[in-house]
């Protein structure tokens, strides 16, 4: 499909080297992994040799010290190729960046070459039972007590939370003071005393992805391990969300263009009434429709890219870009399967898993509905 993106001869590369270490390692395995619940460490530890972890990390800890777009390339092929619960998006373009805005020099120096090897695992605990899009209201609590702080609370829907070695804690460390009373604290897990892990949680997709409940029971953090300022954890996380929406639009478009990828070469072999079911009118129509709505988004999400790359990406677009994606996924998924008819509902078809890991997307980082009010709100 035509792009508005233009990736440089060494992205190219890197695109084939990412291709050939998910099919050579992931490909045979990825039904186990699903059937396990999780992706083995093994396989963070020769994606971290490869430097498929934390491409954009500065490379004096230990990252690849490249553009987005690295990023952007790693992801496409890993969605692409229908491996898209790996985790390593989560760890790398979204854990990651926060401890390299906001993180010191010690923290940066503590982590981000051991995230890059892969010898720790990260994960990003902000939802809570009772609430998800609505951080404001979080009640997890952080109390101040002498050199280090008290959390207590539980937190839900974690991605990478049964392997997660740090993670980004968002808690309340001011009753009284809103949005201004949120602070971001990294917990490294290793024996951690009153942290707990809970379920792997049973989801319609995304198998292969640990998903957890987390609780902390008067844990204590070091305020070393204090995330930017006290109180400044709701504005570090709003910053953040430009890039986590924009990256769930490029994935959104990288599953699409596989499905319809998948679903052309399905019906130009399968035949009905003595011919194949491309050569129905409804068939090619339908497919026209879909190859078009695809193309729209991808040139938008491309033209969103560029925006990020260059500084540029704000709020409102983000949310259209993520919104747009995910809608059209969804609906892509859904027809895509209808034209697999009866096979597309059994499992061994990958277009059964793809309509599945589908539905999280106009949920995850911020639901339709939350987009939409981000979008109206600049009218």
């Not at 990478?160 to 009753?175: F, K």
């Amino acid at each position: 499909m035509e792009r508005l993106l233009r990736f440089p001869d060494e992205l190219e590369l890197l695109r084939d080297s990412t291709r050939s270490f998910l099919e050579r390692e992931c490909a045979p395995r990825y039904s186990d992994w699903e059937a396990a619940g999780m992706v083995p460490r093994e396989l963070w530890h020769k994606a971290g040799e490869l430097g498929l972890l934390c491409p954009a990390a500065p490379a004096e800890y230990g990252g690849g010290g490249q553009s987005f777009l690295a990023s952007t390339v790693i992801q496409e092929e890993i969605t692409g190729l229908t491996f898209d619960c790996l985790g390593f998006t989560l760890h790398s373009d979204i854990v990651a960046p926060y401890i390299i805005a906001f993180g010191t020099a010690e923290q940066k120096g503590r982590w981000l070459p051991r995230m890059a090897s892969g010898e720790l695992i990260g994960a990003l605990a902000m939802t809570e039972p009772d609430g998800g899009s609505d951080v404001a209201a979080l009640r997890t609590r952080a109390e101040r007590r002498g050199d280090h702080y008290v959390i207590n609370g539980s937190k839900c829907f974690i991605s990478n939370g049964q392997l997660a070695d740090l993670v980004i804690v968002a808690a309340r460390s001011s009753v009284d003071a809103g949005h201004a009373g949120i602070s971001l604290f990294m917990l490294e897990t290793a024996q951690l005393a009153g942290f707990r892990r809970g379920r792997n949680l049973r989801k319609l997709g995304a198998h292969a992805q640990d998903t957890s409940e987390l609780f902390f029971d008067d844990v204590a953090v070091p305020a070393a391990n204090l995330l930017g300022q006290e109180g400044g954890g709701f504005r570090m996380l709003m910053q953040q969300l430009a890039q986590e929406r924009l990256l769930m639009a490029i994935r959104s478009v990288a599953a699409a263009e596989t499905a319809l990828r998948l679903t052309t070469d399905y019906v130009k072999q399968r035949r009905a009434f003595g011919r194949t079911v491309l050569e129905f009118q409804n068939t090619r129509f339908e497919l026209a429709a879909l190859r078009t709505e695809l193309m729209l988004n991808r040139t938008f999400v491309d033209r969103c890219t560029q925006l990020h790359c260059a500084g540029e990406l704000d709020a409102v677009h983000a949310a259209m870009a993520k919104y747009a994606a995910s809608e059209m996924q969804f609906s892509l998924m859904d027809r895509c399967l209808q034209l697999h008819g009866g096979w597309g509902y059994m499992a061994e078809l990958p277009i059964a898993r793809l309509w599945a890991e589908s539905r999280v997307f106009r949920i995850a980082g911020g639901t339709t509905e939350i987009m939409k009010e981000v979008i109206g709100r600049s009218l």
